[in-house]
Each structure stands twice: as C-alpha cells, then as structure tokens.
C-alpha cells in the first residue's frame, strides 16, 4: 500500500464511482496534461476539430512542429508522484536539430531504424518552473508508440524528475495550469 493510500484527497481522485458533491464531475486517477504547440508557435491554437495547422511553411500537428527552420517535437517529460507508484505525465514540446527530427520522422512512418534519440531545448515552461532560455534536455525514445521522453540534466525540472513531485505541489501545479482541482478532492 502506498502512503498516500492514507489521504482521502488521494483515495478520491483514484475512485472512479465517487461524484463530486458540488458539480458531478468524477476523476479516474492522476491528470496528464499535454501543451497543443510550443510557446513559439505564432499562429492559431489548435482545436480538437481542426488538430493540424498549416500557416504558410508553418506546420503543427499534435506530434510534429516547424516553424520556419526550426523543428520541434513533442514528447513526454514524466515525475514520480512521491508517496505512490504512479508517474504524471506532460507532453512538452523540444527543438531539435533536423536530424533528430527526421531520424524521429522515419521511425514513426517505418521508413527508417528505431529513433535513437537526440539532444534538445524545452520550449514551454510549466508554471512556476519558468525560465528566461530554453532548458538543454535529451529525448530518449519511448515505449512502442509512445513519444520520446524527456530527460533534463539541470535545475529544479531535474530535481522533480529525480526526486519525484509531492501530492500537494502537484494539485497547486495542476492549479496553474488552470484545473484547480483541489476542492473537488476536498470532501465526499
């Protein structure tokens, strides 16, 4: 049994019977979240009817990105939630150089070796983990048609994936990413 098996909060964000008593909504366990583009895309968002946008040379689909010269893809930097055995997941997008791009193109459509892997820059910043330049990282690849993961070497993102990130500081995380969540767990 984990430790946070003792928090009610916890209990109730994993039953997937429970009702919140305030608005009905129900949760199945923990929250993953995914960026649409990278914090440089200058055009429109995407939307769940139109997931792919072309803006000139300009192209963002929900793996792939180019904007002018520079390739991007989007990939899955995960944190061990403390006290539990379970990960949370963001997909993040990274620069990376052409060649990382299209050795990760091939192997997706089978035309070419497995993706290796490659170095890379973050380009959305979670809240309260900004930074005023793009943090290096490293994609590795990922399970069988999974997107790459990302591993950082540096600074306090690091930290998280070293340590792994507490139940609280993620619901204040999911907070600012704008799903509050915290008083929907609050009581039965």
């Not at 995960?78 to 791009?101: C, I, M, Q, Y």
Request: aromatic share 8%.
């Amino acid at each position: 049994m984990s430790l946070l098996a003792l928090d009610a909060r916890w209990r109730r964000l994993h039953d997937e019977t429970r009702t919140c008593p305030c608005c009905g909504r129900q949760f199945s366990g923990l929250i993953d979240f995914a960026f649409a583009q990278p914090d440089a895309w200058p055009h429109a968002e995407p939307t769940p009817g139109m997931p792919e946008i072309v803006a000139g040379e300009d192209r963002l689909s929900p793996d792939l990105c180019r904007i002018g010269e520079d390739r991007f893809l989007s990939a899955l930097l995960s944190l061990n939630v403390r006290g539990s055995d379970e990960e949370v997941h963001f997909a993040l997008w990274v620069a990376v150089a052409p060649k990382t791009f299209y050795a990760y193109l091939d192997a997706a459509t089978g035309d070419g070796p497995a993706f290796e892997g490659g170095a890379g820059w973050l380009m959305n910043d979670l809240p309260g983990f900004e930074s005023d330049e793009p943090l290096p990282c490293t994609l590795l690849p990922g399970a069988e048609g999974e997107r790459p993961r990302i591993r950082l070497a540096d600074g306090p993102l690091a930290a998280l994936q070293a340590d792994g990130i507490g139940f609280d500081p993620l619901l204040d995380l999911y907070a600012a990413l704008g799903d509050d969540i915290r008083p929907h767990l609050a009581t039965d």
